[in-house]
């Protein structure tokens, strides 16, 4: 038997997860349990591995053991969005090499797609879980220019786009801040703290 000797350190309450309410009272195991496979941690990767574990051992017992509670950690800091697209923003044109790009949002979208599978099957809000897309906001002429070269690396990879001036920005913020925007599809946004909240009770 291995004995836990170090536990993360806690940086304090995840704001996404303090939106929501109060999450039940965990449910105490006393004793010991045996199982066919252990998946270390509830966040995004250890529960999407819980759930295909399922899908592919369904008669096995599947354990999640985490240091916190459910969405406390760092999945309930997490940004909020799943990108489709990678981005490079130290590129000239925000993105990397053609191929690696292509075979990365393939990969992304695969993930997404598992992601949105168990969205409707646990029932999760759009709140939750809302596959919107994203726009790039450019407030200076430098941001705009890197937009468009942006939008000339997406038009290679065959993706759609829209391109957005600053009246479409204006409409969508309510703000004169923006210059251009450059809208795509592809994204994910999400309530992080929500959605493993919602994966895990589905699990």
Not at 89 to 107: F, N, V
């Amino acid at each position: 038997m291995t004995a836990v000797r170090r536990l993360p350190r806690d940086p304090g309450p995840a704001a996404w997860n303090c939106l929501l309410p109060e999450a039940p009272p965990p449910e105490r195991l006393e004793g010991e349990i045996t199982a066919e496979w252990i998946v270390i941690g509830a966040g995004f990767a250890g529960l999407s591995a819980a759930r295909r574990l399922s899908q592919l051992r369904p008669g096995d017992r599947i354990v999640v053991l985490d240091a916190k509670r459910v969405a406390e950690g760092p999945a309930g800091r997490n940004s909020g969005f799943m990108i489709d697209l990678p981005h490079d923003l130290a590129s000239e044109d925000y993105g990397g090499a053609l191929d690696a790009d292509i075979a990365q949002t393939q990969d992304n979208r695969r993930a997404i797609e598992f992601a949105a599978d168990m969205a409707r099957e646990f029932g999760l809000s759009t709140q939750a879980f809302a596959q919107s897309g994203k726009v790039n906001a450019a407030a200076t002429g430098k941001g705009h220019r890197h937009n468009l070269d942006y939008a000339n690396h997406l038009t290679a990879m065959g993706e759609p786009f829209e391109l957005l001036d600053a009246q479409d920005m204006r409409a969508m913020t309510g703000t004169r801040f923006y210059q251009s925007g450059l809208y795509t599809p592809g994204t994910a946004m999400i309530q992080p703290a929500e959605y493993i909240r919602g994966v895990a009770s589905g699990l």
